[in-house]
Protein backbone atom coordinates (compact mmCIF):
# COMPACT_ATOMS: atom_id res chain seq x y z
CA UNK A 1 0.00 0.00 0.00
CA UNK A 2 1.21 3.37 -0.85
CA UNK A 3 1.82 5.81 2.24
CA UNK A 4 0.09 8.21 0.83
CA UNK A 5 -3.00 6.46 0.54
CA UNK A 6 -3.02 5.82 4.43
CA UNK A 7 -5.46 7.54 7.29
CA UNK A 8 -3.88 10.15 9.15
CA UNK A 9 -2.35 9.01 12.29
CA UNK A 10 -4.21 11.39 14.21
CA UNK A 11 -6.96 13.70 13.55
CA UNK A 12 -6.42 17.04 12.81
CA UNK A 13 -7.39 20.25 15.61
CA UNK A 14 -8.19 23.42 14.80
CA UNK A 15 -10.35 25.66 16.99
CA UNK A 16 -12.27 28.53 15.96
CA UNK A 17 -9.97 31.22 17.90
CA UNK A 18 -7.62 29.20 18.57
CA UNK A 19 -3.22 29.87 18.20
CA UNK A 20 -2.87 27.40 15.01
CA UNK A 21 -3.17 27.72 11.55
CA UNK A 22 -4.89 24.55 10.44
CA UNK A 23 -6.29 24.30 7.27
CA UNK A 24 -6.49 21.79 3.54
CA UNK A 25 -4.45 22.75 0.94
CA UNK A 26 -5.36 21.32 -2.72
CA UNK A 27 -2.25 19.45 -4.08
CA UNK A 28 -1.94 19.56 -8.07
CA UNK A 29 0.62 16.75 -7.20
CA UNK A 30 -1.80 13.95 -5.27
CA UNK A 31 -4.95 15.73 -6.90
CA UNK A 32 -6.69 15.92 -3.53
CA UNK A 33 -6.03 18.53 -0.47
CA UNK A 34 -3.61 17.73 2.07
CA UNK A 35 -4.21 18.77 6.18
CA UNK A 36 -1.66 21.31 7.44
CA UNK A 37 -1.53 22.38 11.27
CA UNK A 38 0.85 25.30 10.61
CA UNK A 39 1.82 28.05 8.15
CA UNK A 40 5.55 26.35 8.26
CA UNK A 41 3.18 23.04 7.50
CA UNK A 42 1.51 24.74 4.59
CA UNK A 43 4.64 26.98 2.93
CA UNK A 44 6.00 23.18 2.68
CA UNK A 45 3.09 21.68 1.38
CA UNK A 46 3.54 24.31 -1.71
CA UNK A 47 7.29 24.09 -2.03
CA UNK A 48 7.17 19.88 -2.28
CA UNK A 49 3.87 20.44 -4.34
CA UNK A 50 6.05 22.31 -7.06
CA UNK A 51 8.91 20.09 -6.79
CA UNK A 52 8.79 17.58 -10.11
CA UNK A 53 10.93 14.85 -8.60
CA UNK A 54 8.24 14.70 -5.96
CA UNK A 55 5.54 12.14 -6.85
CA UNK A 56 3.50 11.87 -3.73
CA UNK A 57 2.94 13.67 -0.22
CA UNK A 58 1.13 12.25 2.79
CA UNK A 59 -0.62 14.64 5.53
CA UNK A 60 0.93 13.25 9.32
CA UNK A 61 2.02 9.71 8.48
CA UNK A 62 3.67 8.84 11.24
Not at 9 to 22: E, L, T
Amino acid sequence: MRFETVEPVRSFSWRKYGRGFAGWYYSVTVRDHVGYESWLERDRLVLLDRDPQVTAIASQPF
